[in-house]
């Protein structure tokens, strides 16, 4: 005689015991989202004081002769030319050096390295990287570069500098960046007859350039206003003349900010603060240019889908 199985289904708890719970639930998230508005607002109103003190300080000064004259030791004469020129210099070189490699070398770690404990371990030490004091960048390029391959303080010294520090922020933004592409993409990709190497050309990095871009920009907008690993390697805060070679002696305009900030004369400080203007304005522009090739990416690979 066959023995029939009693299965017993667990009671459903009361919804009338758990409204407490949901309530104090809710109650906890709107605590929380409390505390995120105001210190969003608080950090905010903070870096707006900061601004409109920058701005009114510093808007006088911000004549075209500021914009193309030499720093001088007369605040009326003062411009900030040759570090505005020295700005461009080592950015355009830094990118020209460290994007090719950190892309690259992102690429390989993400789609051609075996996934082995030494792939592992690179990564780690690759973030790790990430968060070095520039300073410590700056000691390194001081051995490196200004000793055992003698370039002196030159610009093609800093821009060597400043790729080693944004250099992990590059691989680790575009790992990231490729890692959110759907594994369907590459396996459509080579169903179609594609080859390894035009499936990550002509499909990944397509879709993962939006991510790409960001953290190159973000990148190169660290560099841009760091001055530690600069000052380091010997980077000069009185530039007189503008630099026409990667050979000549520098200054940027995080240095030049530096120089004129720390002297007592309001004159000078006022100077410091139209610098530090015309550094923001640089920064929001590769903000607002990250922002367009972002958007356009977006587009043109909703497009080919």
């Known amino acids: 005689m066959e023995t029939q199985r009693i299965i017993r289904i667990p009671e459903l708890p009361d919804l009338e015991s758990l409204r407490p719970l949901v309530a104090r639930k809710r109650a906890l ?7 995120a508005i105001v210190g969003a607002v608080i950090i ?44 461009l210099w080592l950015i355009v070189l830094t990118g020209a050096m460290s994007i090719p490699v950190g892309v690259l070398s992102a690429v390989y770690l993400e789609e051609y390295a075996p996934r082995n404990r030494i792939r592992r371990w690179l990564l780690l030490n690759i973030s790790n990287m990430s968060g070095i004091p520039a300073i410590m960048y700056g000691v390194l ?31 680790i933004s575009t790992v990231e960046a490729i890692r959110l592409v759907p594994r369907s993409y590459r396996e459509a990709s080579l169903a179609l007859g594609a080859t390894k190497w035009q499936m990550v050309t002509r499909t ?17 907008a ?6 530690a690993p600069l000052v380091t390697i010997g980077a000069l805060a009185y530039v007189a003349h503008v630099p026409t070679s990667v050979f000549d002696p520098f200054t940027v305009l995080s240095i030049q900010i530096f120089g004129w900030a720390s ?19 640089i920064v929001f522009l590769l903000t607002i240019a990250s922002v367009v090739i972002r958007t356009r990416a977006i587009r043109m690979r909703g497009g080919i889908r």
Not at 29 to 35: K, P, S, V
Not at 145 to 171: E, Q
């Open 263 to 281: 002297r007592p004369s309001s004159d000078f400080l006022g100077l410091a603060a139209a610098a530090i203007i015309v550094l923001l304005a």
């Open 29 to 35: 998230e709107r605590a929380f989202l409390a505390i």
């Open 222 to 227: 660290r560099a841009l206003g760091e001055a």
């Open 44 to 87: 905010f109103g903070i870096l707006l004081i900061l601004l409109l003190g920058v701005a009114l300080r510093g808007l006088p000064y911000l004549t075209p002769t500021f914009l193309t004259s030499p720093p001088s030791r007369f605040p009326e004469k003062a411009g900030v030319l040759p570090a505005l020129v020295g700005s």
């Open 141 to 171: 390029g001081l051995v490196i570069f200004v000793k055992l391959m003698a370039l002196g303080n030159s610009i093609l010294a800093g821009s060597l500098t400043m790729s080693l520090l944004v250099l992990p922020i590059i691989v």
């Open 204 to 220: 990944v990095l397509p879709a993962a350039m939006p991510g790409i871009v960001s953290g190159i920009l973000l990148a190169l």
